[in-house]
């Protein structure tokens, strides 16, 4: 319930009341916190493991995010910033608690905050004083959803599984690089030399986030899950004789203690504490 009250209800509220009184220049390099926000939550609440290769990676990200937004000036501070503030600290706290339940199915979470999410906003609206849509901007705004927030979404659930918050978090940032470099494929816009070094600084700061390398002596406790999985070194379990062994494949197994070192990330196995 946590993360869809915080990501699918305050945060879209919040963002609204605040995009009311705030103008779209400010409101698009504001929502750069979201990224800050998941990435300090995630290392000084979620006891994620952040080291200063990854905090400079996340900046550079960061950085060339707030290029792209920059439009040459700021809007007046007003109550509408400290609002959008809030909807990125909200989003910020879903992505953490959204990581913590990253084992469901990503369809079957997916699918249970949107429904749910819209369905409060939609009351809210109404209540506001919105009337219905014309069925064919309706229609054109739900395929725009399901593409942009449910499919994206799904995919989100998936880096949150497998890299972590903070990481999948500061990687999300790069969505308005991937957006300023589709625009100048599909509609013809003019690379600029802002989108060259905002390229250039996300290059780079996921360089030194893929290119990390942690390492230390960790305890696996006692687990029993379902996810899709091989049969790696976290996964030794047998099977009967009619079941995949090599193959991709999902089924509720166990995890039975276990002490090792090796490279990892904050993955699905990984979520041990760090000092």
């Given at each position: 319930m946590g993360t869809i009250l915080f990501g699918g209800v305050t945060g879209p509220?919040?963002?609204?009341?605040?995009?009311?009184?705030?103008?779209?220049?400010?409101?698009?390099?504001?929502?750069?916190?979201?990224?800050?926000?998941?990435?300090?939550?995630?290392?000084?609440?979620?006891?994620?493991?952040?080291?200063?290769?990854?905090?400079?990676?996340?900046?550079?990200?960061?950085?060339?995010?707030?290029?792209?937004?920059?439009?040459?000036r700021l809007g007046k501070a007003?109550?509408?910033?400290?609002?959008?503030?809030?909807?990125?600290?909200?989003w910020g706290i879903d992505n953490n608690l959204t990581r913590k339940i990253s084992a469901v199915a990503p369809f079957v979470l997916a699918s249970i905050k949107?429904?749910?999410?819209?369905?409060?906003?939609?009351?809210?609206?109404?209540?506001?004083?919105s009337d219905v849509p014309d069925i064919i901007p309706f229609a054109g705004a739900m395929v725009l959803g399901f593409v942009s927030y449910g499919f994206g979404l799904v995919l989100f659930i998936l880096a949150l599984r497998h890299l972590g918050t903070?990481?999948?978090?500061a990687y999300y940032g790069t969505?308005?690089?991937?957006?300023?470099?589709?625009?100048?494929?599909?509609?013809?816009?003019?690379?600029?030399?802002?989108?060259?070094?905002?390229?250039?600084?996300?290059?780079?700061?996921?360089?030194?986030?893929?290119?990390?390398?942690?390492?230390?002596?960790?305890?696996?406790?006692l687990l029993d899950h379902t996810h899709r999985h091989i049969h790696d070194e976290h996964h030794q379990h047998l099977h009967g004789t009619d079941d995949p062994k090599e193959e991709s494949h999902s089924h509720a197994h166990p995890h039975l203690p276990l002490k090792h070192v090796h490279a990892h990330w904050p993955d699905i196995h990984h979520r041990h504490r760090h000092n």
């Open positions: 509220v919040l963002l609204l009341l605040g995009l009311t009184t705030t103008d779209g220049a400010s409101a698009s390099m504001l929502l750069n916190l979201e990224a800050v926000f998941t990435l300090l939550l995630a290392w000084f609440v979620f006891s994620e493991h952040v080291d200063k290769r990854l905090i400079m990676g996340a900046f550079a990200i960061v950085a060339g995010a707030v290029l792209l937004s920059w439009q040459g007003g109550l509408g910033v400290g609002l959008i503030a809030l909807a990125c600290l909200a949107g429904q749910v999410a819209g369905s409060v906003n939609a009351v809210l609206a109404f209540i506001m004083g903070a990481r999948t978090g969505a308005l690089f991937i957006g300023a470099l589709a625009a100048t494929v599909i509609f013809g816009d003019t690379i600029t030399p802002i989108l060259v070094i905002a390229g250039v600084l996300m290059a780079f700061g996921t360089w030194l986030h893929l290119s990390e390398r942690h390492a230390h002596d960790h305890q696996h406790d």
